[in-house]
């Protein structure tokens, strides 16, 4: 752990000013029923609304729009389950280069095509067998890409972070901040700027069960591998925490919440049942773990990352019907 930050409230806002008219500014949903189940008053910042459907537009705009233009000529990389690759293609074609990303074979139809449609070329592999880093770093190498990350990159980190200071500049002070926890950026950049904002602020990240690499890691005070999580959340089937990731995280998340699939499927079916809003397993995680009462001690007013929305109708009737 280093005491120098990675990632700073200056970049984000930097970021944030960077993005401005780009991305979208998302809403920030409130509900009656939710603050009287959760026994609080819940902030839900929907960036299932973003860009691509997620609130990956965010980091991979603000790195990718970083290069020079000899890089951009050159085209762009990613590695991706999903919507960090549609975000590093429309990222691509918003800044007039080509992508190619690096996708498990298994991603849901609907997020390949979408990353197929956005412009870019798909490479597929094993996701249990592969090394995803390993195969996407020499692609670029062998192509002259720029490798954008899905979340080890301070840029990408910053741009994530934007969500945050959205939801803080529009709430006001929040005592707790829950947000879905995968590789590592998303709450690495919540982090950053909500305490970086609000100092005292609870910062609250929520795993699904079988993927509890970062609760582990946290623990044990270094980063821990485990099996590749097979769960319905499959945006935050990660096996280890980001290395930059986790050097945030150690120093500014206070703890991690677990929830079980059956427990994402609940707040998916209530997010589109009483909030009217379609929400992904990754992108539910946070919900779930307040509806499902995974957060002690309750704080009185609550912010919560809603991540994502990308998901194919079909495959939202298979989830919610187990």
């Known amino acids: 752990m280093t005491d120098t930050p990675l990632v700073t409230l200056e970049d984000v806002r930097d970021a944030a000013a960077r993005i401005k008219g780009i991305a979208h500014r998302t809403p920030v949903l409130r509900s009656r029923t939710l603050d009287d189940l959760v026994g609080a008053e819940v902030f839900l910042k929907c960036e299932n609304?973003?860009?691509?459907?997620?609130?990956?537009?965010?980091?991979?705009?603000?790195?990718?729009?970083r290069l020079s233009?000899?890089?951009?000529?050159?085209?762009?990389?990613?590695?991706?389950?999903?919507?960090?690759?549609?975000?590093?293609?429309?990222?691509?074609?918003?800044?007039?280069?080509t992508a190619v990303i690096v996708m498990p074979e298994d991603t849901p139809r609907?997020?390949?095509?979408?990353?197929?449609?956005?412009?870019?070329?798909?490479?597929?592999?094993?996701?249990?067998t592969g090394d995803r880093v390993a195969i996407g770093e020499a692609l670029a190498a062998d192509r002259g890409l720029a490798l954008v990350p899905p979340y080890e990159h301070p840029h990408v980190i910053a741009g994530q972070g934007t969500a945050a200071l959205e939801l803080v500049e529009e709430t006001g002070d929040l005592d707790a901040v829950v947000v879905p926890v995968g590789g590592g950026g998303l709450i690495a950049g919540t982090a950053t700027a909500a305490k970086g904002l609000l100092p005292a602020v609870r910062v609250i990240g929520v795993?699904?069960?079988?993927g509890d690499d970062t609760k582990r890691s946290l623990e044990a005070g270094h980063r821990v591998?485990?099996?590749?999580?097979?769960?319905?959340?499959?945006?935050?089937a990660a096996d280890i925490?980001?290395?930059?990731?986790?050097?945030?995280?150690?120093?500014?998340?206070?703890?991690?919440?677990?929830?079980?699939?059956?427990?994402?499927?609940?707040?998916?079916?209530?997010?589109?049942?009483?909030?009217k809003i379609v929400v992904e397993p990754s992108g539910a995680s946070a919900l779930a773990a307040l509806l499902a009462h995974?957060?002690?001690r309750v704080p009185r007013r609550i912010g919560v990352i809603v991540s994502g929305g990308n998901i194919s109708a079909q495959r939202f009737s298979e989830i919610l019907h187990g």
Do not use: C, W
């Open 49 to 65: 609304f973003q860009r691509i459907g997620a609130f990956k537009f965010r980091g991979a705009y603000n790195a990718a729009s």
């Open 69 to 97: 233009p000899e890089q951009l000529a050159k085209g762009i990389a990613a590695y991706s389950s999903g919507n960090h690759a549609q975000a590093v293609a429309l990222a691509a074609r918003e800044l007039g280069t």
């Open 110 to 128: 609907s997020k390949m095509e979408a990353t197929a449609g956005y412009g870019a070329e798909i490479v597929t592999y094993d996701r249990y």
């Open 207 to 210: 795993e699904p069960q079988a």
């Open 225 to 236: 591998s485990i099996p590749v999580p097979r769960t319905i959340a499959d945006g935050q």
């Open 241 to 275: 925490p980001g290395e930059l990731t986790f050097s945030v995280n150690q120093r500014l998340v206070d703890e991690i919440a677990l929830v079980g699939d059956d427990r994402i499927r609940d707040a998916m079916r209530f997010a589109f049942e009483r909030l």
């Open 294 to 296: 995974r957060i002690d």
